[in-house]
């Protein structure tokens, strides 16, 4: 860091310079009276040489606007600045549009902070220049004030501060912007009742799934962030490595456990923008090359319930260039789509195509998935959504029902909890039902005897059906659980399937 001898302050620079343009104004003005003119360019260009060595300091103006455009460094360094606010800052700007979430917050006019960047302290200042004299002959008339940052540092820095931290200062202000943005949620939409296909169409993302609201196992819910933070760091990683920098999660089990939340949950906290892809709707492999193609980076794509929403041919009984398929048994005009042709574009050119991509199929049935959907590599993670455990149901407790501490029927819940099977859904409907928590807490005691009998009359049916002892619904708590993408599990993955509509 600079010692305050080095660098001066901004007071004791500002003479230096008043008495420099003073000397430089009475010489300039002797010189015009006396000295021929090829002497006077030389000498005053040596005055000005010598000025040099008593103001180390550079000063760099960025202007708000280049001529008709605006200018990404101003703007950059508006957004950068605001993290910077220091208690000696006096006065700020803040605004909020209509339909914005955040408050924005800009230093005011004539305010000045100073940054630190890798050992070298930066100046900043906002300054509004006075408007111009109006002249309405000026093409420009009315002309308003001019704004500009000047940052200031000293002159052995100059590289440094153009070629490193300039562009710190593009990137932080980049993804600041990007946290402040809206989510959106893309979904398909036809044009002219489809006769154009179908395009993306966006609302804003106002799922309020996170990962605090989410009942599920505390260390899968942690492996899963961890995951996350891991993906979005490894940018230069990916590169290394030579793979596209994307990540696959496959969501599986029962309905409400909590699968979409979870996708949402994963969106809110990279601040990524979902697709939501209903393969139902997509008629084609080029139609679904051109939609996946027109997704933007750090984004989701969801494909939901995967096993049930589509069955997709094989690509032995496709053209291949686009046409349609007549289908053998109606002879009707099929559409086609083929599991290949939709697997390998993610995995291939799509991957490609962007940076920091995440795709998530979710299914009730990873049984009846496709092995070539589940072959290692395909999917990085798969994750199993399951029932609700007693630590699920305390989180739902203090979140819906402000319940923190003890509750005089948590003894009763815990063991119940033990003996059978609720989904998270179910235990949050029952919570949403009043707002009287010994009433709440009451429905969820009957919910969860009302389960226990069933399970004991279909274990008596099972029984008395078979005469032996089969198992009956399988009381061991299966907890959420995580696995890595299994090996070998491809089986017979030339089964040939149909777009169902
Ligand atoms: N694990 C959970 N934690 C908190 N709330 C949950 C959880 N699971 C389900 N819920 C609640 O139940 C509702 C339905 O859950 P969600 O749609 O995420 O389930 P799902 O597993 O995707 O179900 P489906 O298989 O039917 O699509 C959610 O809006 C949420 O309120
Ligand atoms: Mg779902």
Redesign the pocket.
């Known amino acids: 860091m600079l010692s305050a001898k080095e660098f001066p302050s901004p007071s004791s620079v500002f003479s230096a310079y008043a008495s420099m343009a003073a000397s430089m104004m009475l010489f300039r003005s002797m010189a015009n009276e006396l000295v021929p003119h090829p002497i006077r360019g030389y000498l005053l260009s040596t005055f000005r040489h010598l000025f040099k060595f008593h103001t180390p300091k550079l000063t760099l103006v960025i202007e708000e606007s280049t001529g008709m455009t605006r200018n990404q460094v101003y703007e950059a360094a508006a957004v950068y600045l605001c993290t910077k606010i220091s208690p000696d800052t006096e006065r700020l700007k803040i605004s909020m549009g209509p339909k914005e979430k955040h408050l924005t917050i800009r230093l005011d006019k004539g305010e000045k902070l100073v940054d630190f960047y890798d050992g070298v302290e930066l100046q900043w200042r906002l300054v509004y220049s006075e408007p111009e004299k109006n002249n309405p002959n000026d093409p420009f008339f009315p002309r308003s004030e001019k704004r500009f940052f000047e940052l200031s540092f000293h002159k052995k820095y100059q590289e440094k501060v153009l070629k490193s931290y300039v562009p710190h200062i593009l990137e932080k202000a980049k993804e600041i912007k990007e946290q402040e943005r809206d989510l959106k949620m893309y979904t398909l939409n036809s044009n002219n009742h489809g006769c154009n296909g179908v395009n993306w169409a966006s609302v804003n993302l106002e799922h309020p799934a996170t990962f605090e609201?989410?009942?599920?196992d505390p260390d899968l819910k942690n492996t899963v962030m961890e995951d996350l933070n891991r993906f979005v760091r490894r940018k230069e990683f990916y590169k290394k490595v030579g793979r596209a920098w994307k990540r696959g999660y496959l969501l599986y089990?029962?309905?409400?456990?909590?699968?979409?939340?979870?996708v949402a949950a994963m969106a809110n906290y990279l601040k990524f923008d979902i697709y939501d892809l209903q393969l139902a709707n997509i008629y084609r492999d080029s139609e679904l090359r051109k939609l996946l193609l027109a997704t933007a980076n750090r984004s989701i794509l969801v494909i939901?319930?995967i096993d049930c929403s589509v069955e997709i041919p094989d690509r032995r009984n496709y053209y291949g260039d686009g046409r349609d398929q007549i289908d053998q048994q109606d002879n009707n005009i099929r559409p086609s789509l083929t599991l290949s042709g939709l697997l390998n574009f993610i995995d291939g050119l799509w991957s490609t195509c962007g940076d920091e991509r995440i795709i998530i199929f979710?299914t009730?049935h990873k049984d009846r998935l496709d092995p070539a959907l589940l072959r290692p590599g395909r999917m990085d993670m798969h994750i199993h959504?399951s029932y609700c455990t007693y630590h699920?149901f305390k989180l739902?407790a203090s979140n819906y029902l402000g319940v923190n501490g003890h509750h005089k029927l948590f003894a009763e819940i815990e063991s119940l909890f033990k003996e059978t099977e609720v989904?998270?859904?179910q235990v949050?409907e029952e919570m949403m039902k009043s707002e009287d928590v010994d009433f709440a807490l009451e429905g969820i005691v009957k919910l969860l005897k009302r389960k226990k009998m069933e399970d004991d009359e279909s274990d008596e049916g099972n029984k008395a059906d078979n005469n032996v002892g089969i198992k009956g619904p399988k009381r061991q708590k299966k907890v959420n659980q995580l696995s890595e993408s299994p090996r070998n599990t491809r089986r017979n993955s030339k089964r040939s399937r149909r777009v169902t509509l």
């Open positions: 609201t989410l009942a599920m089990g029962p309905p409400g456990t909590g699968k979409s939340s979870l939901e319930d979710t009730n959504m699920g739902l989904t998270p859904a949050a």
